[in-house]
């Protein structure tokens, strides 16, 4: 399965609990935080509903 690398660059402070919890369960903590996930389609849901506070990169 594809990985993708995923960092928090935004902080989701002041951002609806939604979002919050969205960015908690992809393991992200703090501002600069990242981790590696698969790509699978609901990652990659979750991605895009808070891909203004992430930066997503392809891991090799």
Same mark, same amino acid.
């Given at each position: ?5 995923? $960092? %928090?660059?935004? *902080? #989701? +402070?002041?951002?609806p ?7 908690? &369960?992809?393991?992200? !903590?703090?501002? !600069? *935080? *990242? $981790?590696? @996930?698969n &790509?699978? #389609?609901?990652?990659?849901?979750? +991605?895009?509903? @808070? *891909?203004?506070? %992430? ?6």
């Open positions: 399965m594809k990985k993708i690398k995923v $960092t %928090l660059v935004k *902080s #989701p +402070i002041d951002r609990e939604r979002q919050k919890l969205t960015v908690k &369960a992809l393991g992200l !903590n703090k501002t !600069n *935080s *990242s $981790t590696e @996930v &790509a699978t #389609p609901q990652v990659l849901g979750m +991605i895009r509903k @808070v *891909s203004h506070l %992430l930066k997503v990169e392809d891991v090799k």
